[in-house]
């Protein structure tokens, strides 16, 4: 059994801006790199960690902001990109 199930454009972005507020306030942003992750790349575009705005999940696993909030709202997955854990 199959169902054909279509959306508006309208609620299309309202789904996307709720999972994006979500996404928003269970990650932290990181201004400067620490100790701990310099030397790190982020997992999408694989450039240096450096000191870029940065967000961190749940997992530990961090990321560009720019990159992972480009991914998010492509992917539309609540689960980090890297290990797959639900942020």
């Given amino acids: 059994m199959s169902y054909n199930i279509s959306f508006s454009n309208r609620e299309i972005n309202i789904v996307k801006n709720v999972f994006f507020d979500y996404y928003k306030h269970s990650s932290n942003i990181k201004y400067l790199c620490n100790k701990k992750i ?12 450096d000191f870029n705005e940065k967000r961190t999940f ?19 997955s609540l689960k980090c990109p890297y290990c797959k854990q639900v942020i």
Avoid at 59 to 66: A, D, E, Q, T, V
Wanted: charged share 20%; with cysteine.
């Fill in 58 to 76: 749940k997992c530990g696993h961090y990321f560009h902001k720019n990159c992972i909030d480009k991914w998010f709202l492509n992917s539309m």
């Fill in 38 to 49: 310099s030397g790190s790349v982020c997992c999408i575009c694989l450039e240096k960690l």
